[in-house]
T-cell receptor, first 112, second 113 residues
């Protein structure tokens, strides 16, 4: 079974630019989550999709962040415009049932 | 305000000895707790979990203990091996929150050969 795939693995952009992160969950996993780890701190929840619907987006920092999951398959997280404090590692995870999350390797975003 | 706290950012132990990683939580609604292990440049991987109806769960060298009254859980690794060196995250969830997890800030475990 293929795992959760995230692309790109690293991204360095200038402040004010736009970046789009992509996550391909495990096939058949309806639940998809985005999390972020900033400055080596805790991993924080951003949002949760069930299929193509946003179940909970209470963790999204502000309206510069836009997540989509068209067709209930892969998901994208766009940051526009990026700010310095957006730097961190963005993790995607998918889940079928129970608490069994499978995480991707993450995208390390650096805003300079 | 952090609801899940791992107060030790790092821990070093000798190979073969016991590693004890600690975690405290504040939210009484949490009813499920997990430990994840993370190697550099990889995502967190699930290690072991425990439901609030239990106080201990064991899987091979890994045991998680839960003290609900103290809102404290710990992960014991016995015996510790160099390959266990990683960042360990404590996470908690509530069955009423669509399995959203709240994580601690992690503890870097280094097992010395």
């Amino acid at each position: 079974e293929a795992g959760v795939t995230q692309f790109p693995s690293h991204s360095v952009i200038e402040k004010g630019q736009t970046v789009t992160l992509r996550c391909d969950p495990i096939s058949g996993h309806d639940n998809l989550y985005w999390y972020r780890r900033v400055m080596g701190k805790e991993i924080k929840f951003l949002l949760h999709f069930v299929k193509e619907s946003k179940q909970d987006e209470s963790g999204m920092p502000n309206n510069r962040f836009l997540a989509e999951r068209t067709g209930g398959t892969y998901s994208t997280l766009k940051v526009q415009p990026a700010e310095l404090e957006d730097s961190g590692v963005y993790f995607c995870a998918s889940r079928h049932t129970g608490y069994g999350y499978t995480f991707g390797s993450g995208t390390r975003l650096t805003v300079v | 305000d952090q609801q899940v706290k791992q107060n030790s950012p790092s821990l070093s132990v000798q190979e073969g000895r016991i590693s004890i990683l600690n975690c405290d939580y504040t939210n009484s609604m949490f009813d499920y707790f997990l430990w994840y292990k993370k190697y550099p440049a990889e995502g967190p991987t699930f290690l072991i979990s425990i439901s609030s109806i239990k106080d201990k769960n064991e899987d091979g060298r890994f045991t998680v203990f839960l003290n609900k009254s103290a809102k404290h859980l710990s992960l014991h690794i016995v015996p510790s091996q160099p390959g266990d060196s990683a960042v360990y995250f404590c996470a908690a969830g509530s069955s009423g929150s669509a399995r959203q997890l709240t994580f601690g800030s992690g503890t870097q475990l280094t097992v010395l050969p």
